[in-house]
């Protein structure tokens, strides 16, 4: 009975670096590097939530502001620290300024 031999290939060091290679990035870089971005996609989220959560904060308060704005602005308002200060108020003298 004859037995078959098998032959082996041998690998050259370029090959075998290559393997190497493939594997390293298979294994360890493709996953961390996955991670990584992960984490910076997650940070990333958090800072836009922070600013959006700042820009409500800021309309809330310029609304605040502008309806101030109109109440000190009223005819009412006016009427009465005109009065106070000892001054009359008269609607003929009072000239509209349009921007």
Do not use: H
């Amino acid at each position: 009975m004859r037995t078959k031999k098998i032959k082996r290939i041998k690998l050259l060091k370029g090959e075998k670096m290559m393997f190497f290679l493939i594997i390293l990035f298979g294994c360890i870089i493709m996953p961390t590097s996955w991670v990584y971005t992960k984490a910076l996609l997650s940070e990333t989220s958090i800072e836009l939530e922070q600013i959006e959560n700042k820009i409500d904060s800021q309309n809330d308060a310029n609304e605040a502001l502008s309806m101030q704005i109109d109440e000190l602005a009223s005819i009412e308002n006016i009427q009465s620290i005109a009065s106070a200060s000892g001054l009359s108020y008269n609607n003929s003298n009072i000239k509209t300024i349009n921007e």
